[in-house]
């Protein structure tokens, strides 16, 4: 029997974006987190039983619970306003919006153009908060907010400008991952939902199928994306800041590139989890708000 949605209309698409986004951040962040905090640690240079192994898997959770919600609003509020004004822009007037080469590729191309708005604005509150939260993961703090303590405690050694910079540390890295991972993801994923409409005639896509098509999605990126994480990790868990190109020497040097796919199995079940349940919980908000299916 189908489950009714409940009657919340909402007539503009972008607020129904950033409600649906913060609704589904949450969820994915919440529900996952204990999958997140042991890749965390299998990835950290300290080792995986010394940084905390299997004990206090909700260590940091605070931070995500802050993070979650506006970082995914974010995303997804840049995410359907650029594809949107692309879609505008190709509808109205084709010949001027790509060489005719690429035209055959403009959906594609808009959902990557699309996704890679939506990252930078929501690193712009995921990295701040990766950093308190995986240094709480890794047991360098008792929780968030200690982690959060230590950072802004520096302020007298290294001035605000130094604190800004420590809460933002690997955000170069992280762009680095989450661009690619995004742009292999919302083109899978938006694809998917395009033949799946096609094949049954019709215009929506269930909260179901976008959990499916999601998923699958979600793990083709997380695989390719895995040394990019390692790499990010390491650099956030450092006790001083590290330049991407000699950690990875250092990293390749010490431990060879099997480590740069260390975390992989929970990585992919993470993500692959959390792209079902992030991408199908947004498809179910939007539509409950739009009433649509």
């Known amino acids: 029997m189908a489950v009714a949605l409940p009657s919340f209309r909402v007539e503009s698409p972008f607020v129904r974006a950033l409600i649906a986004g913060g609704i589904a951040g949450t969820a994915v962040d919440l529900s996952l987190y204990p999958i997140d905090t042991l890749k965390t640690r299998l990835q950290s240079a300290s080792g995986f039983y010394t940084s905390g192994g299997f004990r206090g898997i909700y260590a940091g959770v605070g931070s995500a619970l802050v993070g979650a919600a506006p970082g995914a609003a974010l995303f997804f509020v840049s995410y359907e306003f650029l594809k949107s004004y692309q879609k505008r822009a190709r509808d109205g007037d084709g010949s001027r919006y790509l060489p005719g080469y690429l035209r055959p590729w403009s959906e594609p191309i808009e959902h990557m153009t699309s996704a890679i708005a939506g990252e930078l ?139 740069l796919f260390a975390g992989t199995g929970p990585r992919i079940v993470w993500i692959s989890a959390g792209g079902a349940i992030f991408l199908g919980s947004y498809q179910w908000a939007y539509n409950a708000m739009a009433e649509t299916t």
Do not use: H, N
């Open 121 to 259: 604005a929501a690193c712009a509150v995921r990295v701040p908060t990766e950093i308190v939260k995986q240094r709480a993961q890794a047991l360098q703090a008792s929780s968030s907010m200690a982690a959060l303590r230590l950072i802004m405690g520096r302020r007298a050694e290294v001035g605000v400008k130094g604190v800004w910079r420590e809460m933002y540390r690997g955000w170069g890295i992280t762009v680095m991952r989450e661009v690619p991972f995004t742009v292999i993801q919302f083109p899978l994923w938006e694809g998917m939902k395009t033949w799946r409409r096609k094949a049954k005639g019709l215009e929506g896509t269930t909260a179901v199928e976008s959990a499916v098509f999601g998923s699958v999605a979600g793990a083709v990126a997380a695989w390719l994306t895995t040394p990019l994480d390692v790499l990010k990790t390491r650099m956030m868990l450092a006790q001083d800041r590290q330049a991407a190109i000699p950690l990875l020497l250092q990293i390749l040097r010490d431990s060879g590139p099997r480590l």
